[in-house]
């Protein structure tokens, strides 16, 4: 029970994870999804699938809740709506600034605080630091393509109320990781390594939520040298330099890796955590940089399955850590309107069954605009066209974050006073009128 007062009434919120009624079976217009997807394609995402999906939703992501509002006459209506989620949604923020127009601009930072309540922004040393000693934190650093300068984000996000995630602080792969001017050498790299952890740390601080220490380290031996066991360094480092509030986090694997690799990734993550790291978060990404295999997906094809998904995601839980679906990309098999369909249909299943697991925390999306991924990556991508014009998959995540999954109702309180209802959890606004008449409002946090 909490307990905390608001202009004179005392709230009382009471949680409860009992699963009460089933959410509404799963609705489609089957006829008209069928000419996206394939029959073959339902079959693996078939009414079972979609209802154990339901299902978890309703048990892992909502609550019970019972508020009290003192001096309220029984019957009272009272409006309950949910202004935010606990959840995290999020996007990389790579192309802040980086537009034609202002009101380009301005419509991609508006996707921060309206879709998505959290940001990766971009830590990727080799461009922070093209130069020993001249780091692009402020506004008018040099241009980098997908590398603005990090402080005009930061502050941005902050006058949001956005959640960050600094990706990455180190990173093993030469050709996005850490600058030239590092010495080719094990042993020299190191004190350069501790002191950008070091550097890091005191400039931001508490301001960046999350961090991914180390990112993708599983396939180090092909990536290019690296200081001997730099992972558990690295965190050791992190761990002595960041406050305890920020969450240090590891980020690797793909959805479509073989299970060998996920043995693999785990095995280093439980390692880290038996040698006495603090690993807060594990990422997991899923890439569909392949046009053609979003058709494929839309065709039946055995890619991204529920059974697949669940295989992986229940193996690295044994982590006993939070997951982040790190990185997201779906690709448009084409710019046609039934290419964004399909899309919008894969990743509305995904999310789905990613928002319904019960140890996932956050999703985030990667490349939200057509035309804005690194490159060798996929053009058709994006939330948004070339043109910053709202794709069919823009309108999907917006139904599933801010109409279905959030939780807005108009309820009266009963014979003792007691308003009680299940929701989503995350931030609400309680609005009534006291017996004079006058408008009421409260906000609390239901966790």
């Known amino acids: 029970m909490r307990k905390s007062f608001f202009v004179g ?40 699938a979609q209802a154990e999906i339901d299902e978890n939703i309703e048990k892992h992501r909502k609550t019970d809740v019972t508020i009290k509002l003192d001096q309220i006459p029984p019957g009272t209506n009272i409006q309950i709506e949910q202004i935010s989620h606990s959840f995290l949604f999020g996007g990389n923020i790579f192309l802040f600034g980086d537009f034609k127009t202002p009101e380009q601009n301005e419509k991609y930072e508006n996707t921060f605080g309206t879709l998505f309540n959290a940001a990766t922004v971009p830590f990727y040393w080799k461009t922070l630091e093209p130069v020993q000693g001249k780091p692009r934190y402020e506004a008018g650093s040099s241009y980098e393509y997908r590398r603005p300068p990090i402080d005009p984000i930061v ?11 600094g990706h990455a602080i180190i990173y093993g792969m030469r050709r996005w990781g850490h600058p030239e001017w590092i010495p080719e050498n094990r042993k020299k790299m190191e004190k350069y390594f501790e002191a950008h952890i ?21 396939d180090q031996a092909n990536r290019g040298i690296m200081p001997d066991d730099y992972t558990y360094k690295s965190f050791i480092w992190a761990m002595k330099y960041f406050p305890s509030s920020v969450f240090l986090n590891i980020n690797d694997s793909d959805m479509h890796w073989e299970m060998t690799l996920y043995r693999r990734y785990l095995e280093i993550v439980r390692n880290l955590i038996d040698r006495g ?11 569909i940089f392949n046009p053609d295999e979003s058709r494929r997906i839309a065709q039946g094809a055995d890619i991204l399955t529920p059974e697949k998904i ?25 710019e046609t309107e039934k290419g964004e369909a399909i899309q919008a249909e894969i990743t509305r299943n995904l999310y ?11 999703i985030t999306w990667w490349n939200i605009v057509d035309g804005g991924a690194a490159p060798g990556e996929p053009s058709l991508s994006g939330i948004y066209n070339k043109e910053m014009q709202p794709k069919i998959v823009y309108d999907t995540l917006d139904q599933l974050i801010n109409h279905e999954w ?6 009266k309180t009963d014979k003792d006073g007691l308003l009680k209802f299940r929701g989503f959890r995350g931030k609400y606004r309680v609005d009534w009128k006291d017996k004079s008449g006058r408008k009421q409002s409260l906000e609390l946090n239901i966790e």
């Open 9 to 48: 009434y005392t709230i009382f919120v009471l949680f409860c994870s009992n699963l009460q009624a089933q959410k509404a079976f799963f609705e489609s217009e089957k006829g008209n999804k069928e000419n996206v997807m394939s029959s073959a394609y339902w079959e693996f995402w078939n009414d079972k």
């Open 155 to 165: 502050d941005f996000c902050e006058s949001r109320g956005i959640n960050m995630n």
């Open 198 to 218: 070091k550097e890091l740390a005191g400039r931001y601080r508490d301001k960046i939520q999350r961090w991914d220490v180390v990112n993708e380290p599983t």
């Open 277 to 287: 790291v603090r690993i807060d978060q594990v990422g997991l990404q899923m890439h």
């Open 310 to 334: 669940y295989e992986r995601l229940d193996y690295m839980s044994d982590a006993a850590r939070p997951i982040h679906v790190s990185e997201v990309t779906v690709s448009a098999p084409d």
């Open 352 to 362: 789905r069954l990613w928002f319904s697991y019960p140890t996932v925390m956050g």
């Open 406 to 411: 959030k939780t807005k109702l108009i309820i």
